[in-house]
């Protein structure tokens, strides 16, 4: 079963504009990680963040994480054509890793 | 780093016949392995967990009897894909928990088409 959700499902914007995406989850999680995937290929790891930190930064990336709130944000800063893809949260808790719904990333040229 | 080989990467096979995927970690022990299964536009969803020298735990609705995981080696993990049936047809991904036990490293991934 998935985790959680992720929203919106959809994001359609212009290059050089910020993406924001949010996902939430159910259970206490160690940690809690971004991944992106081209169509029908395989996944890239974006960056990871620890249960106990609350915001990190790698690039034009930023993710937060609220745990109170069983909560995350991933914001994509200046976005290029190529940011295009599908994004994924997933939380690593007990012993396996559990994704999110996904978000459709479109960034226009 | 942490490398985790999976093949093959495409497969094409008739309804009814067997497909097997080997899942590899290259350069580290996974005594730990998992399997995902992604439909299209849609996320990834935990099949099983596939442990070492035992048997492989599944999620609700997944059959174990149709979806074969073997772990004989702290290195190699595979699912073999029983009768398989053109709803089969997915993308299916492995990862292992990464020896710092931070983080999943994934193979690339296989596209199981049956026809």
């Known amino acids: 079963s998935q985790q959680g959700e992720e929203d919106p499902q959809a994001l359609s914007i212009q290059e050089g504009e910020n993406a924001t995406m949010n996902c939430s989850y159910k259970?206490?999680?160690?940690?809690l990680q971004w991944y992106r995937q081209n169509s029908g290929r395989g996944l890239v790891h974006l960056i990871l963040?620890?249960?106990?930190?609350r915001e990190k930064h790698s690039g034009r990336l930023r993710v937060t994480l609220d745990t109170s709130k069983k909560s995350s944000s991933l914001l994509i800063t200046a976005s290029r054509a190529a940011d295009t893809a599908s994004y994924f949260c997933?939380?690593?808790?007990?012993?396996?890793?559990?994704f999110g719904a996904g978000t459709r990333l479109t960034v226009k040229p | 780093g942490a490398v985790v080989s999976q093949h093959p990467s495409r497969v094409i096979c008739k309804s009814g016949t067997s497909v097997k995927i080997e899942c590899r970690s290259l350069?580290?022990?996974?005594?730990?392995m998992f399997w995902y299964r992604q439909f299209p536009k849609q996320s990834l969803m935990l099949m099983a967990t596939?442990?070492?020298?035992?048997?492989?735990?599944?999620e609700q609705g997944v059959e174990k009897d149709k979806f074969l995981i073997n772990h004989a080696s702290l290195t190699l993990s595979t699912l073999t894909v029983t009768s398989a049936h053109p709803e089969d047809s997915s993308f299916y991904i492995c990862?292992?928990?990464?020896?710092?036990?931070?983080?999943?490293?994934f193979g690339s991934g296989t596209r199981l088409t049956v026809v």
């Open positions: 990862s292992a928990r990464q020896p710092t036990g931070y983080g999943y490293t």
């Open positions: 259970t206490s999680i160690n940690n």
């Open positions: 963040i620890r249960s106990n930190e």
């Open positions: 997933a939380t690593e808790g007990g012993n396996d890793m559990r």
């Open positions: 350069d580290f022990q996974a005594t730990t």
């Open positions: 596939s442990n070492e020298g035992s048997k492989a735990t599944y």
